[in-house]
């Protein structure tokens, strides 16, 4: 059974940084596409960061310079290092895998793609 459970989230002052992590277990797949995504009450979830197993990386618009995404397969964990935070992006933020839709070219993939989800950490940024 595979399982994401993020953890990191938290309440910081703006400009501030946060390292978000998602420990993934069962998921055995050797191609694969994962990303980071948030998601406010009543709106549509929006991808912000995304790697595939061939090594490429793709940033939303909205995060690109500020945040980055990286994994540690030995320790089978996501990262998100989050700087120069903003009050707008205060969010829930998830973890999603994908075995099915393994090659991100250069745009994170949609939320409706992702096979796999975490429950999410809230991140709160203060002005």
């Known amino acids: 059974q595979v399982r994401l459970v993020e953890s990191g989230g938290g309440s910081v002052q703006a400009e501030e940084s946060l390292r978000l992590s998602c420990v993934i277990t069962?998921?055995?797949?050797?191609?694969?596409?994962m990303g980071w995504f948030r998601q406010m009450p009543g709106k549509e979830r929006e991808g912000l960061a995304a790697?595939?197993?061939?090594?490429?990386?793709a940033y939303a618009d909205s995060v690109k310079g500020r945040f980055t995404i990286s994994q540690d397969n030995a320790a089978n964990t996501l990262y998100l290092q989050m700087n120069s935070l903003k009050p707008e992006d205060s969010d829930t933020y998830y973890c999603?895998?994908?075995?099915?839709?393994?090659?991100?070219?250069?745009?994170?993939?949609?939320?409706?793609?992702?096979?796999?989800w975490g429950k999410g950490t809230l991140v709160t940024i203060s002005s």
């Open positions: 999603a895998a994908s075995a099915y839709y393994c090659s991100i070219g250069s745009t994170v993939p949609r939320a409706t793609v992702m096979d796999f």
């Open positions: 790697l595939d197993s061939a090594g490429n990386t």
């Open positions: 069962g998921f055995t797949f050797t191609r694969y596409a």
